[in-house]
């Protein structure tokens, strides 16, 4: 299923950016980055609770935001992109 | 039919700052906002058609990305929030 994974982290203090950083790290393991606080990852059920449960303890919920989109299996027809393009889409095959 | 917005706009210059500006001021009148580059709305195709146009017509498409997902009507039990909320659900009752 795909899940698609927004943050809002801030980052006013040093501990603040540090947390971004984390934040963005953890979230490149599991999917792809298609915009600066936005992923999406492809992931089963335990997967997504366990990248939740690592998110949850990096933030600080006093000012910074987690949200996550379930998406279902048949996400490549609700989702379209003007612009920009950040990611690459992991299920569809590298071409060298 | 909920679409959920997300942009990227580069900010290094003056034009960025203002097309961001924009382009969030926009989404204000057709949704809510719930994290600084992620709007909720609640659209039928041609206001999103509308909204969509309007919103391409304001970024540069070489430096700034818009995402729009389709999440259908049955959204609320697709979404999870963690920390700080920002916006107001506008389908549910204000009460004062």
Chains 1, 2 share one sequence.
Do not use: W
Request: aromatic share 8%; hydrophobic share 40%.
């Amino acid at each position: 299923m795909m899940v698609l994974v927004t943050y809002d982290v801030n980052t006013e203090t040093p501990a603040g950016k540090s947390r971004l950083r984390k934040v963005a790290k953890e979230c490149v393991n599991y999917g792809t980055r298609v915009q600066n606080s936005v992923f999406e990852c492809v992931l089963d059920n335990a997967q997504f609770l366990l990248l939740k449960s690592k998110l949850c303890s990096m933030i600080d919920e006093e000012v910074d935001s987690l949200r996550f989109y379930h998406l279902g299996n048949s996400h490549k027809a609700k989702v379209e992109h003007v612009g920009l393009c950040k990611g690459i889409n992991v299920e569809e095959p590298l071409l060298f």
